[in-house]
């Protein structure tokens, strides 16, 4: 199993190849734009806002990778905002979307809340698709680990400019 | 495992039997083989789409069922394989205000994902056979061979109790029994009226009849439900496709007839609306005596309204209680129903009366929305 630290693109980038037609069955019925905000957390090594986006059709993955600010606000169906403790705790199914959602952890900063509450029931089997990798999370690094995510991290969102 | 249950893909159309794959039970999560399970009334709700949709298509169908063990997941500790047991369609969290307050049949922790059609901790565990995921009906999913459940669920009852007894501790005991004990608090020698003589409504008249309360009047619109609202210990029925229940409750608990003003006086304790019909709702608050109870288990149809007159209200300080499960605590309430029903006379024998198979469920539905059904019919899924 390959190991992935949050939120580095190899883990979306991993995730999207592992994503199979098992996924595609289960999730049939979810099409749409999806925006996850990750709130900053400097703490983690995310100085600013990061944008997870995926693009799904009919179960399909059409696309999954993180944007800017400006391309998830004009782009997306859905902005899903947490900080990023909440989305581990999500990633990591110790929380659930929906209590989270109806608990104001998860804010809707774009979108019609009942449409993006239909997720719901969904939300687990996409958490699954999200977590086939070896997930690790910058809280659980050693400090030596932490200080090469972050300077890595840095590195990505300075050439990718998200 | 491959399991075979009663699939409701849209709201109005037949539930389809159909094979699907479950998944073994994870962490503090529990395989029980469902032996009998009985069909509700709430069930029809969600048949006809009158519960808002609360649960996302598709799901397996059925909430009050008993079973047997097969398997325990992971750090499974109060259930053991080869107990026989009753799956609960709700989950108290135990963490959120409601249930902090001792009010667990309300949990806010987990109505989320019981709105999901999930199980509490978010997992689904059923896929069709085009991989498609299937939801559950409220924790439980009742009408299949076999279901995964959380442990939290799944409530240990005597071994000495008939499963096609035990499975009505899973709703209609509770709620019935709930409605008074729970919510109605009533005291030996309170009246009582009880609208609706279904599996909820007659557990509700022999709560109260064992309760002392007297007179314990049966409300229904059909009169063949006579028979057993009176075995169950209804001291009076009305039919009220026949005659007006307000009018001759009033009369019959010493209420004076006054041209213009219906009745002075007069009227019960305590009124339980178990049917969920608006105009039941309404007749059954005119039937409250001052310092009247109305309670109100029987969920009315969404998008449904009873526009009430309730000048009254603060003036002969009537009450109208809604309550959900009876407001039970249901790890210490249904092992005590359970165990009443083993030393008292809960007549749950005489309660089921007709089983069928699971290949007949759509026909039972149709029997319930023609109002035939006297008692509670029982799905065998041995």
Known sequence: MTRCIYPMPEWLEESKKLYDSSFEKKLQKISGHYAYRIKAEPSWGIDKDLFQCSIMDAGKLIEMRFYTEEEAVKEADFIMAASAPVWKNILTKTDKFVAAFMARRIKLDKGNPVKALALGPYAGTMVDSLTQVELVFPDDLSPEEFGQFKAAFAEYRERAGV | ?382
């Open chain 2, 1 to 382: 495992m491959k399991i075979k249950g009663a699939v409701l893909r849209e709201a109005n159309r037949p539930l389809t039997i159909e094979t699907l794959e479950l998944e073994p039970p994870g962490q503090g999560e529990v395989l029980v083989k469902y032996v009998h399970t009985a069909f509700c009334h709430s069930d029809l709700h969600f048949l006809l789409g009158e519960m808002g949709e609360l649960v996302p298509y598709p799901f397996v169908v059925g909430h009050e069922t008993a079973g047997v063990v097969e398997e325990v997941g992971p750090r499974v500790t109060r259930v053991e394989k080869g107990d026989h047991v009753t799956a609960t369609w709700m989950i108290p969290c135990g963490r959120c205000p409601q249930c902090q307050r001792g009010r667990g049949t309300i949990c806010t922790g987990n109505l989320w994902t019981l709105s999901a059609g999930q199980l509490p901790s978010g997992a689904t565990r059923m896929t069709d056979k085009d991989g498609g995921l299937v939801f559950y009906q409220t924790f439980v999913s009742g009408f299949a061979t076999h279901m995964v459940i959380p442990e939290e669920g799944a409530i240990v009852l005597p071994k000495e109790l008939p499963l096609d007894q035990a499975c009505f501790m899973g709703c209609c005991v509770p709620t019935g029994w709930g409605s008074i004990t729970k919510k109605a608090q009533i005291q030996p020698g309170d009246s009582v009226a009880v609208f609706g003589m279904g599996g909820v409504g007659l557990n509700t008249v022999r709560a109260a009849a064992l309760s002392h309360a007297n007179p314990v009047i049966a409300v229904d619109i059909e009169g063949s439900k006579e028979a057993i609202a009176r075995e169950f210990g209804a001291t009076q029925f009305i039919n009220s496709s026949e005659e007006d229940p307000v009018e001759r409750i009033r009369l019959e608990t010493g209420g004076l007839p006054v041209e213009g003003l219906g009745f002075l006086g007069g009227g019960v304790d305590v009124v339980v609306e178990a049917i969920g019909d608006p105009g039941a709702h309404i007749q059954a608050y005119w039937c409250l005596a001052a310092g009247g109870k109305l309670v109100v288990p029987g969920i009315i149809p969404a998008g449904q309204e009873a526009p009430m007159q309730l000048t009254f209200m603060p003036l002969q300080e009537h009450s109208i209680l809604g309550t959900l499960y009876g407001s039970i605590s249901t790890d210490i309430d249904i092992p005590r129903y359970a165990h009443m029903a083993m030393t008292q006379d809960l007549k749950l024998d005489k309660l089921c009366t007709k089983h069928f198979k699971l290949e007949e469920i759509n026909d039972v539905a149709e029997a319930m929305k023609r109002r035939e059904i006297i008692g509670r019919w029982v799905c065998d899924l041995d």
